[in-house]
């Protein structure tokens, strides 16, 4: 009951009409400065935001407004570093909308302040900006006063993104594609490995990130500590998203490879469509399909995401390959934008 009277407290403050006009930036009046903690970002690397005050006067709440690009950037976190209570940052298109106040009967923070920190992660290999547009100040007898700011944090687009082992691949382009997208990584000896084989995990992660999937779930299945850290948000994502599940024994396992009927069922469940009932299969081996996987085969096949290999065989068992699984993922996006 507390916490919701703060936070309707807190919610009035900010979204009351300023009392005083806009200000005007006298030589002691409040500065405010915001830096990064990196110059370049590469996709799936993080970067910290921290937002400082000079000549601060009796803030006691505050509310700070930011521009940013969602296609490169996701919003990891926002933290304060005044004591109180914080609402959930509010994004809306292109705009972030952070909040804090103090609780009680106390000043305000005075002189310089380090405000707080907001954390985003790389989309894409592109050049990125955040920009701090304006700063509404509250001081401690809930008189306000709001200052148009155009703070802006520039990052570097990440070196040119290079492969040693694609060059005249078939799929070479596509894999240059969705590495400047950020859907895709190499190895760390320079090599992408495109006949390799791909697993569970590492086919969530890159569909995951081309979606640019945002909800997440908690990860229930009983071997998802063998899971890596750096993939499990990218995972609960998909999960979320119905696009991946488990096993029967409730089991993800992320390790094993995955095969061109699985890869064919995730795909086709994200296009969210249910007009197929698998009778329209013209593949050689369509007797070898699962029954549970042909209509999601007619699916992609019909929409041109999947193809047979030679022979007109889909050959549903194989293992997918890396370059495959790249190419798919982006037809499946040209797909998604003409539905």
């Known amino acids: 009951m507390k916490r919701k009277m703060i936070f309707i407290l807190l919610m009035s403050i900010i979204c009351s009409p300023s009392l005083l006009p806009f200000a005007a ?15 370049k ?41 005044m004591k109180g209570f914080s609402v959930s940052p509010i994004k809306k298109d292109q705009e972030i909308t952070i909040a ?46 709001t200052y148009t700011l155009d703070k802006k944090v520039l990052i570097a687009a990440a070196a040119a993104i290079s492969f040693t082992d694609i060059k005249g691949h078939w799929a070479e382009d596509s894999i240059m594609e969705a590495a400047s997208k950020g859907m895709i990584a190499g190895y760390p000896d320079g090599s992408f490995l495109p006949n390799g084989s791909i697993t569970r ?8 990130r081309a979606l640019q999937l945002q909800e997440q779930s908690s990860l229930t299945f009983t071997d998802a500590k063998k899971i890596p850290e750096w993939a499990k948000p990218e995972v609960a994502k998909a999960v979320k998203a119905g696009l991946i599940q488990g096993y029967e024994d409730h089991s993800f396992r992320g ?13 086709a469940r994200s ?4 007009e197929s009932d698998g009778t329209q ?19 992609v096949a019909q929409k041109g995401i999947m193809q047979g290999r030679g022979g007109n065989r889909f050959v549903p068992g194989d293992q997918a390959t890396r370059a495959e699984a ?12 003409a539905l």
């Open 25 to 39: 930036f006298a030589a002691d009046s409040p500065a405010f400065q915001l830096t990064a903690d990196k110059q």
């Open 41 to 81: 970002l590469k996709a799936g690397e993080t970067v910290t935001i921290r937002m400082d005050g000079k000549h601060i006067k009796d803030m006691y709440a505050y509310e700070a407004k930011f521009t940013y690009d969602p296609k490169k950037l996701e919003l990891l976190e926002s933290k304060s570093q």
């Open 100 to 145: 804090h106040t103090k609780i009680g009967n106390i000043a305000g923070e005075e002189g310089d302040v380090f405000i707080g920190t907001l954390k985003f992660k790389a989309k894409t290999n592109e050049a990125a900006a955040i920009k701090w547009d304006a700063m509404k100040v509250v001081d401690s007898h809930l008189q306000s006063l």
């Open 201 to 208: 995990t590492q086919f969530a992660v890159i569909l995951s």
């Open 255 to 267: 390790d094993q490879t995955i095969t061109r009927a699985e890869m064919a069922a995730i795909v």
């Open 271 to 274: 296009l969210k469509i249910q």
């Open 281 to 299: 299969i013209t593949f050689a081996d369509n007797s070898s399909i699962p029954s549970w996987a042909k209509e999601w085969v007619e699916i």
């Open 326 to 337: 790249t190419v798919i993922v982006l037809r499946l996006l040209e797909t998604n934008q």
